[in-house]
């Protein structure tokens, strides 16, 4: 027990061993019911992290405790501003076990880890999913829970927002022993609104008056801008993008094509206000001058920099057979794409090239909206070569039940039109097939053209830009998302990848390296998903061209798991309805312990089970 003033701290060790040396300080301030407790240890006790008002609305304390044992650690002295609740015994959560608890009229998720309680908000900040439902795991050193919609990761203690998707953490909530009690103090903030924005510098010229420029308004572009921001960066921040609104969430756009620019928006106009970031719209970028570090517009206009970092994208690929220029035939990849593509096939013949993530998302988006809905694919079946023959059947079939039509193993030979407007599409197979609109759903190329020539641009085979691991391509340029190949160590060397999870993870990464920061590593297991006729499938890892696919589970109900090997080893699992393998599968990928492919096929559900 330390000395103190009434009213202020009780603190006990439990199993202190002789000889270890402490130092503790305490600094108090009664009038605004501040406390700061500091402690040193040569090696690490159970402790209390002190449940302090000073720590700010909804921040997190934790509290260590012992499984069916009385507190290690209690604070006794004012409470904590806010709604306060008893939401267990000490004893009631084992190592390693979340539960969800009612706080006042809102919800926590109380985890207890490495001998310590912690709250956190409940909910994914990304979409709203519930954390408990999520995966929870050890992430150098730390405690995380993993989303299991779409992977984003939190600090248990913290609440910060570690792996993406999405741009802010969770609230924290004071945790406080009180005896036998497990005591959550949340503000009504905190329960109230599942998002929680972290804390930006504003802008200082007289602190730093370099300019750090960001080309492109994408995921990876945003989360750079905003980690510049929280990573303390206070000179000028310029985001410049090719569209002519502000940044968007992307993934939404093919799942959902009359989304508006607004409804998708990733923040609104008075947040870039509020933390000094500017952002240049209908901005093209066509050439870069290195020496001179500036960056030429399609409009004339230019930009220079300190530093950039290069996040533009890719490029919808076209499909080159003749009559690809009639009206009609779209390709997609901006919100005004959409809306096109929308509002012409109401009622229309609808055919869509490529049988991947685009055109199948497309296809279920417009099923009863459209007359018909015909997929084209080289492929026998779709997803092929990114799930696998099995897997791909599985989805076929369930498109067949919505009414999707299929033309399979066979390609355009021609876009066929009258006056200008396309009438139809002829096929490789000889069979016509009527069309007054065609979505060309075919991926997507890196768009880098305006970096040739740089001095000291490297460009990968695909066109993407080769980078370090902190994401730098040359000296004071950087780029990330779609555009960079960068190193991942599940893959063995270098990859690139077009995921949105990816392009916020880069993002964040190429900002940290733009402030030579140790922080700027590559540490995550890529992680996407795709939403059709109300069904999820989420994919983690990253398999390249994977040689074997060990599915269990269901095919037929879509309630299945499958995992993907490539030379003996499991590098990607994918799973339906069977949440949350796919994010307990990138936990499992990232800390290298996945079972081998021979046990798998011995007992598939082992890794999971």
Request: aromatic residues 8%.
């Amino acid at each position: 027990q330390l000395s103190r003033p009434p009213s202020a701290f009780v603190v006990a060790f439990r199993n202190l061993p002789k000889g270890r040396a402490t130092f503790t300080s305490v600094l108090w301030r009664r009038s605004h019911f501040h406390r700061h407790l500091s402690t040193c240890f040569l090696r690490r006790p159970l402790f209390l992290r002190v449940n302090a008002s000073l720590m700010g609305q909804g921040q997190s304390a934790s509290s260590s405790g012992a499984s069916g044992s009385a507190a290690a650690a209690t604070a006794t002295g004012p409470p904590a501003q806010g709604v306060e609740a008893i939401v267990a015994k000490v004893g009631d959560l084992k190592e390693g076990e979340m539960r969800e608890v009612v706080v006042g009229e809102g919800k926590a998720l109380l985890v207890f880890s490495k001998g310590q309680y912690s709250a956190i908000g409940h909910k994914c900040s990304h979409y709203g999913a519930p954390l408990i439902k999520g995966s929870l795991c050890e992430f150098n050193g730390q405690t995380r829970v993993r989303c299991p919609w779409h992977g984003a990761c939190f600090n248990t203690e913290t609440g910060d927002l570690e792996d993406f998707p999405g741009l802010d953490g969770v609230p924290r909530f004071s945790v406080r022993i009180d005896g036998e009690n497990v005591v959550v103090i949340a503000d009504e903030k905190g329960l109230s609104n599942f998002r929680r924005t972290a804390d930006m510098v504003k802008e200082s010229p007289a602190d730093d008056k370099r300019t750090f420029l960001i080309v492109g308004g994408g995921g990876a572009g945003l989360s750079c801008a905003e980690t510049l921001r929280q990573e303390g960066f206070k000179g000028r921040v310029v985001m410049a993008t090719k569209e002519k609104c502000l940044p968007y969430d992307r993934p939404k756009l093919s799942k959902a094509l009359s989304s508006t620019a607004d409804a998708l928006a990733l923040r609104k106009a008075e947040f870039f206000k509020d933390h000094d970031i500017q952002v240049l719209q209908d901005k093209e970028a066509v050439s870069v001058d290195a020496t001179s570090k500036t960056v030429t517009f399609a409009d004339g206009s230019n930009q220079t920099y300190d530093r950039v970092t290069f996040a533009t994208g890719g490029q919808a690929r076209a499909c080159p057979s003749p009559g690809n220029e009639l009206k009609g035939v779209h390709l997609l990849r901006t919100v005004s794409d959409g809306n096109a593509i929308a509002e012409e096939a109401q009622g229309k013949h609808l055919v869509i090239v490529g049988t991947s993530f685009i055109g199948m998302e497309v296809a279920a988006c417009m099923i009863g909206k459209a007359a018909s809905v015909t997929v084209v694919g080289r492929s026998n079946v779709p997803f092929k070569h990114s799930l696998g023959e099995r897997v791909g059947a599985a989805l076929k079939k369930m498109h067949d039940d919505k009414g999707t039509q299929f033309e399979l193993g066979t390609t355009v030979e021609e876009f066929v039109g009258e006056d200008g407007k396309l009438t139809g599409v002829k096929l490789a197979s000889g069979k016509t097939l009527p069309a007054d609109l065609c979505v060309i759903g075919l991926g997507v190329t890196p768009t880098t053209a305006y970096l040739q020539g740089v001095e000291g641009i490297t460009f990968a085979h695909d066109g993407s830009v080769q980078v370090s691991e902190s994401m730098k391509a040359a000296e004071d340029i950087f780029v990330a998302g779609d555009i960079a190949h960068f190193p991942l160590q599940l893959a063995g060397g270098h990859v690139t990848i077009g995921h949105w999870q990816i392009a916020g993870y880069l993002g964040r990464t190429a900002a940290r390296g733009m402030l030579d920061s140790s922080k700027a590593v590559i540490d995550t297991v890529p992680f996407f998903w795709t939403q059709q006729f109300g069904k999820s499938l989420r994919y983690a890892g990253y398999a390249g061209k994977f040689d074997e696919v060990i599915v269990d589970g269901d095919l037929d109900a879509l309630k299945f798991v499958a995992v993907y090997a490539r030379d003996g080893k499991a590098v990607a699992v994918a799973a339906m309805g069977m949440d949350p393998l796919a994010s307990r599968a990138a936990d499992c990928l990232r800390a290298n312990c996945m079972p081998s492919v021979e046990d798998i096929k011995a007992d598939p559900s082992r890794w999971y089970s």
